[in-house]
């Protein structure tokens, strides 16, 4: 299946050297790209890159990037295109944009007209946090305007290289990567999508390419986390390198390996100065977070007691990383800081408490790597949480946000799988959280004496679902209002919330409509005035990629509606009961009848949140019958004289 | 754009203009600041600003009222810059910081490809409160142009323990001034021919992020002023307007071929509106927009001969372009500066100072005046939409200028919607659907663009979820495009399907009488002509049980027709909406005719199961 095959993702090895060459060349341009005015697998596109090339070796320990890519536009519309902007980390200069060439090409009357930029069109834009950016746009744009552009990328960073997308924003006819590899350096790479684990990539003598070619532009769609997994890409991390130290006597030489097994990798990060401090904090500083004494007993409780007291004492700077951004002791002192130094800090007093409690390391929903590579693969993550055993049981936290509570992650750090950091028998877990999420509702529908209609609904929001309101601070009684009922919500006679943690989060809302009197032949009553979805949010057709609802959840709705004095039951909604096909989704819709009343019963459930794109089309056309039949009304008619 | 305008306009978002709030909620105090603030105009027009805080922070959250973001530039230097952190109990230094020291990050905006302005941005980091700040910095611009507003109080839950203005400026100079809730006058101290005015707040109580009342501030204007040797008087539009007309003296000239080309495309167009919507539809496929704000750049526009050459330009160049081709047609137009966006600030037309953002054309006509927006790339000439309309703009004229308002777009012809749906039930629920939707004016903008810059895709996606109510998947569609004059018409003819149309009960099948909801976007200008029509054929098993009667509703603000005619077939209703709210209505009550009407709309067809 198709989709199976974007998931797979190899890791080789690899070593050697020597020079290379390329034949497309800046400034040559082939009969085909000048006569090309549209792409046959992709004829919406309004530009397309003909081609791109990343050439890279390595020079006195520095990688040379050099880059160069050509543009077509093939509508007025892709004129967007002759705006570039290169972004590069240009802190301490790690690394540096050179030899930048641009020129628009156009034809009049066969012949070529060329327009180059002059060193006076490049401008350097100074991002905050060392980012910096070379943009410029191109001259003279028209239909059929080629774009050349050609740049070298200097970076002193060599540990990890720089990540290579085949895929562009616009289609590609052609895209490729080469690499130079000397004999004293050895790289992982880590190859994704279908292209690029098929290319022959071995050219000999340390020379590596991939090349892919015809890929379709990549599109944003609603409800979709991870759309980085699908693109075509290539990444390296270094395994090992030689060395000669003369600082030593009689000199050593060798070949330094590194990273073999996840322990190695681990260990490499945490013996790191900022790093041991909160591992192995000293004796002043556990002095110090040993003031902090938590309230409770039982392990969990403690372990509520410090994530409350960290949560409420710390502040998140919105950063994050793997690495501390400072030391644990400068952390305690000026208690603001980067994601990965507030849950070390977690860590630090869960263990000063006698809990088990280790970092983890997870890739987030959109850092493209949803399924984990079981290889010491560093790029692959992007977040550290901290895994927690208390009382025998597992937990995955993250204290940066006051409003997560304890033992909830916010739902982009929903993974799979993450990296445990142990002393020893460190290695990729899975993340289990269990949680019993939905909407669970009941409304009773009665008629007072006047025959005016009552609703009174309980509404319960459970687990993520509440937190869902509880991050956006939709949770207030009048945002929950206005979030259930809409901001116009007239006839509410009266609207109550409730937020409770204890044994699971949940947000209770209960609120009581008056409806008019009741007098026509017939009456329709449609009972719930909230529902999941008030509309069916999917309007696509067909989609490219799975829809993520964030988490699993199970909804349950019940209306209990009381047969109005002087009316008989005419008519109810048909009872269903549907799935979409391998069954991970339900629907079903059942109608009892009992002597003076009406029992509604719907239940929605989503065993996976996950939605396969080929079965887009049975999940729209699901959640249509969904949103509609929750409209559905039971029909009460006047009851005939005797 | 105008990039200094913009610039400015962000330098004092960073610290917003609070308001206060009613007297009955107590407002936490995050910091309390004392400033004194030195304005010196000087006789070459430059200008020093000096500045002098305390600042006392008490609570975390009142950290970032230390942040401060300065441009620098060619035209904007920061001479000095000290901050002394002190712990406030024991008085001890924690911490010096000098301009050195600074973050430096360039000026982006979204607007512009690059602008050479820098910000020097110093931020508090890792302290903890309470913590006490002083800071002085000294600044100073080579022009008066534009002479920074006076905002004592920047930031929410900021008490104000004192602040002081001096304002110093030679008489031949002058200066004119502008207080916003501020109900004294400022003390005057003349040495010599140098004037000094003073102004003097003390304790004013901080404000939270609800407000009603404006917090008091003073706007700042010259009278003579000068930027980069250009040299006029402000106190009138008319001045304003003078040095605007010298910064764009002959960029509108174009070179010889490309007057040729003028001629060669106006030629056998007799009509005016003819040659202007020709002329202006090969500025939109030809030139792009794209901003490169370089010193006075951010003022004077491109030449337009570079234009030509490079087929690009800012706000200013594309329509000193478009000038210089009407020019070239015998069409003689306006240059007009313009706030352009939401929320655009009063202009009062007694106190001429630079509150424009944008610039555009003023093409007088006959019987019109169009308004031509020269960095859209897909609407009709003189229809310049929501970005420019009903406001204050500065025409600049040859030899000065005035204020002149754009139209405010009120009419039904720019809000139509004419939609017919031909729907036929299935027995499965679904149904077929065919129609014709036609859009007039604004609704007609989403369409046009999506047309020029989007997929086939895209549009049919759009239209799935705009042309009627849910369910609908669009198969096959054809969208045209005209105008009539400066109206814009998009008009889309479709084939598709409903998913589960109307709803089913054991007995019943339940149809809206009306389509789609009124949604605020539809009624942003408070006028609308929607007409509807459905079609509904219906299966053979069902008869029609009930449907609602033909009526007409009207009041002051809203006029609703329905008329429904059926048959053993099926049903026909005509739908007819005309919205006419005041120009003034709240958002409540808008928010509540909008509720109000879409209740006329929830009447529903029965049809019933043989």
């Known amino acids: 299946m198709r989709n199976a095959h974007l998931f797979l993702a190899i890791l080789l090895s690899f070593f050697m050297s020597k020079s290379f060459a390329q034949n497309f060349k800046f400034g040559k341009y082939s009969p085909q790209e000048i006569e090309l005015t549209s792409v046959d697998f992709d004829p919406d596109a309004d530009a397309v890159v003909l081609g791109e090339t990343s050439s890279n070796h390595f020079l006195r320990g520095f990688q040379y990037s050099a880059i160069h890519r050509r543009i077509k536009v093939l509508k007025e519309s892709g004129k967007g295109r002759a705006v570039v902007g290169i972004r590069y980390y240009g802190s301490q200069n790690i690394q540096d944009i050179i030899k930048l060439n641009a020129q628009t090409i156009n034809w009049e009357n066969g012949t070529a007209k060329i327009v180059k930029l002059g060193k006076e069109d490049f401008f350097t834009v100074v991002h905050a946090d060392g980012w910096k950016e070379v943009r410029f746009t191109f001259k003279n744009v028209q239909e059929g305007s080629i774009l050349d552009y050609s740049y070298t990328k200097v970076n002193k960073s060599i540990r990890f290289l720089e990540s290579w997308v085949f895929h562009n924003s616009i289609p590609t006819i052609k895209s490729s990567y080469i690499i130079n590899i000397p004999t004293y350096l050895n790289y992982n790479f880590l190859a994704q999508g279908n292209q690029t684990i098929q290319c022959d990539f071995k050219q000999g003598d340390g020379i590596y390419k991939w090349e892919v070619s015809n890929l379709r532009s990549i599109r944003e769609e609603p409800m979709i986390s991870n759309y980085n997994d699908y693109l075509e890409k290539i990444s390296f991390q270094l395994a090992g390198y030689a060395f000669a130290n003369s600082g030593t006597y009689g000199g050593a030489v060798g070949f330094k390996e590194s990273f073999t097994s996840w322990q190695e990798l681990v260990q490499y990060i945490t013996d790191s100065n900022d790093y041991s401090q909160y591992l192995k904090p000293n004796s002043s500083l556990l002095g110090q977070l040993k003031s902090f004494i938590p309230s409770q007993e039982s392990e969990t409780q403690k372990a509520k007691d410090i994530y409350q007291y960290v949560t409420d004492n710390f502040t998140f700077t919105g950063k994050t990383s793997f690495w501390p951004s400072k030391n644990l002791k400068a952390f305690l002192e000026n208690k603001q800081g980067e994601r990965q130094d507030i849950n070390l800090t977690l860590l630090a007093y869960l263990r000063s408490n006698g809990i088990t409690a280790y970092p983890l390391l997870i890739s987030s929903k959109g850092n493209g790597h949803s399924n984990l590579v079981d290889s010491p693969f560093m790029d692959q993550f992007d977040q550290l949480i901290i895994y927690v055993n208390a009382d025998s049981k597992d937990y995955f936290l993250d204290a940066t946000n006051k409003s997560m509570p304890f033992g909830y992650l916010p739902l982009n750090f929903h993974a799979n799988q993450g990296l445990i950091m142990r002393e020893k028998d460190s290695g990729l877990i899975p993340l289990q959280m269990a949680h019993r999420s939905g909407i669970v509702q009941r409304v009773d529908i009665k008629f007072n004496e006047a025959n005016n209609m009552v609703s009174e609904s309980v509404v319960r929001f459970m687990e993520y679902d509440a937190i869902t309101y509880l991050n956006k601070n939709l949770a207030d009684p009048e945002s929950m209002k206005s979030e259930i009922l809409g901001i116009n919500a007239s006839k509410i006679a009266s609207f109550e919330v409730e937020e409770k943690t204890e044994p699971r989060k949940l947000i209770e809302t209960k609120f009581q409509i008056l409806e008019n009197k009741i007098d026509e032949e017939t009456v329709f009553v449609s009972p719930f005035h909230f529902v999941r979805w008030s509309e069916n949010p999917f309007k696509a057709e067909v989609r490219t990629f799975p829809v993520d609802f964030g988490f699993i959840f199970n909804d349950n709705y019940t209306a209990i509606i009381e047969i109005p004095e002087g009316y008989e039951l005419d008519d109810y909604p048909e009872k269903i009961n549907i799935s979409i096909p391998g069954g991970n989704a339900t629907f079903l819709y059942s109608v009892t009848i009992l002597n003076n009343s009406v029992n509604i019963n719907v239940s929605i459930n989503f065993k996976n949140q996950l939605v396969s794109p080929v079965i887009y089309p049975d999940l729209k056309y699901f959640m249509e019958i969904i949103t509609g039949k929750l409209k559905e009304p039971v029909v009460f008619k006047k009851a005939s004289l005797p | ?610």
């Open chain 2, 1 to 610: 754009m105008f990039r200094k305008f913009c610039l400015l306009a962000s330098y004092l978002a960073i610290a917003g203009i609070p308001h206060f709030l009613s007297a009955q909620i107590e407002v936490p105090t995050f910091s309390v600041l004392e400033r004194k603030d030195f304005i010196v105009l000087n006789l070459d027009y430059s200008v020093n600003y000096k500045s002098e805080y305390s600042l006392l922070i008490l609570d975390k959250r009142g950290l970032d009222h230390a942040t401060m973001k300065m441009p620098h530039d060619k035209l904007n230097q920061i001479q000095n810059f000290e901050a002394t952190i002190k712990n406030p109990i024991t008085g001890k230094v924690i911490k010096k910081y000098r301009l050195k020291d600074l973050k430096e990050i360039s000026y982006i905006n979204n607007i512009s490809l690059f602008d050479d302005t820098k910000l020097k941005i110093f931020e508090l980091e890792g302290y903890q409160t309470p913590i006490m700040i002083d800071i002085q910095v000294e600044r100073k611009t080579n022009h008066n142009f534009l002479i920074q507003s006076w905002i004592p109080v920047k930031n929410y839950n900021q008490k104000l323990k004192s602040a002081s203005l001096d304002v110093q400026y030679p008489s031949s100079l002058g200066i004119r001034y502008k207080e916003e809730n501020i109900d004294f006058e400022p003390e005057e101290v003349k040495v010599g021919e140098l004037v000094i005015k003073k102004w003097l707040l003390e304790n004013i109580e901080p404000v939270g992020q609800k407000s009603e009342e404006e917090n008091p501030y003073i706007s700042i204007a010259p009278k003579k002023f000068a930027l980069e040797g250009y040299y006029s008087n402000m106190e009138s539009w008319d001045g304003f307007g003078k040095f605007i007309g010298q910064l764009n003296k002959d960029k509108d000239k174009l070179p010889q071929d490309f007057k040729i080309k003028v001629q060669e495309m106006i030629s056998g167009k007799d009509e005016p509106y003819e040659k202007i919507s020709t002329l202006y539809t090969y500025l939109q496929q030809n030139y792009r927009y794209i901003s490169i704000s370089l010193g006075i750049g951010g003022w004077m526009p491109m030449a337009s001969e570079d234009v030509i050459a490079t087929k690009y330009g800012e706000c200013k160049a594309l329509t000193t372009l478009m000038k210089g081709m009407l020019n070239e047609a015998g069409i003689s137009s306006q240059y007009t500066l313009v706030f352009g966006g939401d929320n655009p600030p009063l202009i009062d037309p007694e106190f001429p100072s630079n509150r424009f953002n944008h610039a555009f054309l003023r093409v007088p006509l006959e019987k019109d005046t169009l308004w031509l927006e020269c960095t859209n790339t897909y609407l009709p000439a003189g229809f310049a939409g929501s970005f420019t309309m009903d406001r204050d703009v500065l025409v600049i004229t040859e030899n000065g200028g005035f204020l002149d308002r754009t139209p405010n777009y009120r009419t039904q012809k720019l809000h139509h919607y004419k939609n017919r749906y031909e729907i036929e039930m299935l027995e499965s629920g679904d149904a077929k659907l065919r129609g014709q939707n036609i859009y007039q004016g604004f609704p007609s903008e989403d369409l046009i663009s999506l047309k020029k810059y989007r997929s086939g895709s895209d549009i049919k996606n759009y239209l799935n979820k705009n042309i009627g109510g849910t369910g609908v998947i669009i198969i096959d569609y054809e969208l045209e495009t005209s105008q009539i004059r400066e109206v814009p018409i998009a008009k889309v003819s479709y084939e598709g399907i409903v998913q589960r149309y109307g709803q089913q009960t054991t007995k019943r099948i339940i149809l809206p009488s009306h389509w789609k909801k009124l949604k605020e976007e539809m009624v942003k200008s408070g006028i609308l002509l929607w007409e509807e029509e459905i079609l509904i054929t219906i299966p053979t098993e069902t008869e029609i049980e009930s449907a609602p009667d033909s009526m007409q509703i009207k009041n002051e603000f809203f006029s609703f027709q329905v008329d429904v005619q059926s048959s053993d077939k099926g049903i026909t209703i005509q739908n007819k909406l005309e919205v006419n709210f005041p120009i003034d209505i709240t958002y409540e009550e808008k928010e509540r005719l909008i509720s109000e009407i879409n209740e006329h709309f929830l009447k529903n067809i029965i049809l019933k199961k043989i």
